[in-house]
């Protein structure tokens, strides 16, 4: 703005703060000296700061006031200002909305800190400004829902990962699911999304497939310590989303699930079978029992089997109760040739010591959503 431009001071009631100096403060900014409009902008919200109660009508002056005196200000001046006021329970709200919606030097500590901004507002930020902005709002004490579904839609990984991270941020069902989605495919967005308390626990544990180990162990230590209720909860909300696009099956899946069903309606599906199964390069019939012992789906097991996964493999096993010398005969056949498979084995064996099939149990009841709605 020109330094040339006239502020047409406000009417103020001679009322208005009986005694102080503020109607004195405002006939000053007409003054044409930039330097003496800053130094009135900072005398002004001094004298705000110094009188500990405001009524409407006066807090909406300064307001008025202090916008048409900062719009005339540098960054640096505003960006000031705007720090001042951030945290002020009785800003005003006029000044705290334009700043709100200034550049981001001067938006950030105001969309972070200031309990004056409404959901409104916020929004209407959201919708129009950058990822410095949106995530500035995301790191708000508490962020709404009807916010944070906007955020979702419209931040980057990284503004996505600064919203997951913060706990006052409330997420709906449907942004939650849009948020696993987009953290499955990148690995930058796993602990942010494993780590989050709130995540409902049927999409955290659609992550387990695709984060690392330490990761792993967090959503297995969860639903260890997940009350049963809410692990029903959890289940039935899961039911209603399962998608069962996993690709085809085998040329000989009838005949070897043929072959499967007559061993197990004689008694004779055995883990022992499954390691037959192995050294005779099985591979289909391997996959159907290991399903059928599990109880989960073909294409769970697959999965596993094919990504060479042997922390699901240890889930499955321990579910199945299936003693450690099994599964490392599974764990090794698995592997094949990669550069020592006895060796991995062997570490993999010392974490399924430390499994409870407790955990395993109710991790495998989250899995077995998929099958059940295959079978509807």
Known sequence: MSDQAVIEPPLIEPAVIPGSRLPQLIALAAEDSSEKRRLLLRELTDHFFGVPDHNANETDLYGSVLAKLSDEMEVAVRAELAARFAEAPNAPHSLIRRFADDELEVAEQVLRASSVLTDED?????????????RAVSGRAVVSEAVSDIIVERGDDDTLDAL??????????????????????????HAATVERQSLPADLLNEMYFVVEARLRHQILEQNARMDPDLLEAALAAGRTRVATDDGALPADYAENLAYVDELKAAGQLTPQVLIRFL?????????????????IDFHTARGIVERKDLDALSVVC???????????????????????PMGKAAAYGRMYGELTRDAALRTLRFWRMRRTAQAA
């Open 164 to 189: 997951l991270r913060n706990d006052g941020a409330r997420l709906s069902r449907a942004a939650s699911e849009t948020a696993v989605e987009r953290a499955k495919a990148n690995p930058a967005l």
């Open 318 to 340: 321990k579910a199945a109760d299936m003693d450690r010398a099994v599964y490392l005969t599974y764990a090794v056949a698995v592997l094949g040739s990669e550069d020592n």
């Open 279 to 295: 050294r005779s390069n099985g591979r289909t019939p391997f996959l159907i029992a290991l399903s059928k012992l599990a109880d």
């Open 122 to 134: 916020l929004i209407q930020v959201v919708r129009k400004r950058g990822q410095g902005h949106l």
